[in-house]
């Protein structure tokens, strides 16, 4: 998922600087949504393992 965001985010910089506005802005906006859902899944990830007691492995 977070590889999703880098790809989005990566269009809007290429289409910003090829002067297109819109889609740089909408590319833009799905680059930060899809990264505060990775964001929000990893908390929740994060939270889940703490409360089941085991560690991250090794």
Known sequence: MLRWALVFFIVAIVAGVLGFGGVAGAATEIAKIIFF??????????????????????
Request: hydrophobic share 60%.
């Open 37 to 58: 859902i990775f964001l929000v899944l990893l908390v929740i990830s994060l939270i889940s393992g703490a409360l089941r007691g085991r560690g991250p492995r090794a």
